[in-house]
């Protein structure tokens, strides 16, 4: 057998342009980002959170009675198996709701029948189980750490109004559901990110679908990653007001700090996620009376852009979107996961109908020729 080659070029630290797999999930061609070929701007305007699902999982739009029955089966899917729950209410809720809901999604695994199936259609049936609940979850949370019975989801309504409904057991308003489903949409998938890949990764192994997500929940939760929604909200608190926010950026900079919700690896021009976004934290923030977290952030944007050249990035605006609907601050994080879920799902299945476990390679820096001594020599 031939002898692999070995890679004696720089390190691409971060795998920064790094091909790593074909996918037809989702591309970014310049500053554009499509699912499956359509813009996301044209699936924001005009698409649903369960169209856009059905579209990542089948590589095409859904007729009418197709998306219906979709919406059918996810409805169907949403609740929650009653021992499940239990076990979910013994849980501490003394921990960050991402590290909660990772252990939460691990654990839903021992419930599912399909568990140890890892067939295409079984898959099917996992990422929509797991598409469905991933809402009632984290909002099953909600509820348990505020000491609430969790609100059972209703079916033949949305994903986007179920979650608004099981969050506050309120009634949503409609207007809020539309911009909750667009956010949905924005978050669904975004090619080769740091979760999509960690799913690759596990489903590479051929482990089951459970487990690449449980995977995919762990790399979402890091700060550069979808842990920047909540940081980004923090942070605008911690400015406190506007006439501080420059000099704050300004200090980050000069002390090599990030300044979160900013920057990208692959857009340099703008992620067109966060064009949209800022129009929706302009209305929202002015709707609640509270303008002064948009006009902040904006000013932030404007002179991380001046000073470093870079833009915002789709967490950046979600904050103070998801802020401007009461959402609590640590859900902003599992509420990426709620609409995540189908991107990773779709990743997982792709990887599985063509598979290679990945399996690079590390340059080594470490010492050579040690000889091991006795401990009472050491
Ligand atoms: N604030 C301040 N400086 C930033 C920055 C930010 N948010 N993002 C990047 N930079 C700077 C780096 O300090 C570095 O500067 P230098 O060349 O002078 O040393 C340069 O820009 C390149 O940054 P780097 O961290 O190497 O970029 P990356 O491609 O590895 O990382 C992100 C991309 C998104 C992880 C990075 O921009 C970041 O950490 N942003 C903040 C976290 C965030 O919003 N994450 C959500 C991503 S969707």
Not at 16 to 27: D, K, L, M, P, Y
Not at 138 to 144: L, M, S, T
Request: proline content about 4%; charged content about 25%.
């Amino acid at each position: 057998m031939a002898e692999v080659q070995i890679y004696e070029g720089a390190v691409d630290k971060g795998l920064e342009g790094v091909v790593a797999c074909t996918t037809a999930v989702s591309s970014i061609v310049g500053d554009t980002l499509n699912f499956r070929g359509y813009t996301i701007e044209d699936l924001a305007e005009n698409s649903n959170f369960e169209e856009v699902t059905f579209l990542l999982w089948n590589d095409r739009l859904p007729n009418k009675n197709e998306l219906q029955a979709f919406r059918s089966e996810l409805s169907r899917e949403m609740s929650l198996p009653a021992d499940y729950l239990k076990v979910l209410k013994t849980l501490p809720t003394n921990v960050h709701p991402m590290a909660w809901l990772r252990t939460a999604v691990s654990l839903l695994s021992h419930w599912d029948t399909d568990a140890n199936d890892n067939s295409p259609e079984a898959n099917r049936r996992k990422a929509l189980r797991l598409t469905a609940k991933m809402g009632t979850i984290v909002c099953a949370y909600e509820a348990i750490r505020n000491k609430r019975e969790p609100v059972a989801p209703q079916a033949d309504k949305s994903v986007a109004w179920n979650f608004m409904h099981m969050l506050t057991g309120k009634e949503p308003e409609s207007d809020l559901v539309k911009v909750f489903d667009t956010c949905l949409i924005l978050h669904a998938d975004h090619e080769l990110n740091c979760s999509a890949f960690a799913t690759r990764v596990t489903a590479s192994s051929l482990s089951d679908l459970h487990s690449a997500v449980v995977s995919a929940i762990g790399a979402l939760k890091g700060p550069l990653h979808g842990g920047a929604n909540e940081q980004v909200i923090l942070m605008l608190k911690n400015i406190g007001n506007i006439e501080k926010a420059q000099q704050f950026v300004k200090d980050a900079l000069a002390a090599k700090e990030k300044v979160m919700g900013i920057g990208h690896r692959v857009y340099k021009n703008g992620d067109p996620r966060a064009r949209i976004l800022r129009g929706i934290s302009e209305k929202l923030t002015k709707k609640i009376g509270e303008p002064q977290w948009y006009e902040m952030s904006t000013l932030i944007d404007d002179t991380m852009n001046k000073e470093k050249g870079l833009m915002p990035n789709v967490d950046f605006y979600s904050a103070t979107v998801y802020y401007s609907m009461r959402i609590p601050t640590d859900l902003f994080t599992p509420i990426f996961a709620v609409s995540r879920i189908t991107g990773w799902c779709a990743h997982a299945m792709e990887q599985y109908a063509n598979n290679r476990i990945y399996r690079p390679r590390g340059r080594w820096t470490g010492k050579d020729g040690l000889k091991w001594v006795p401990v009472e020599k050491r």
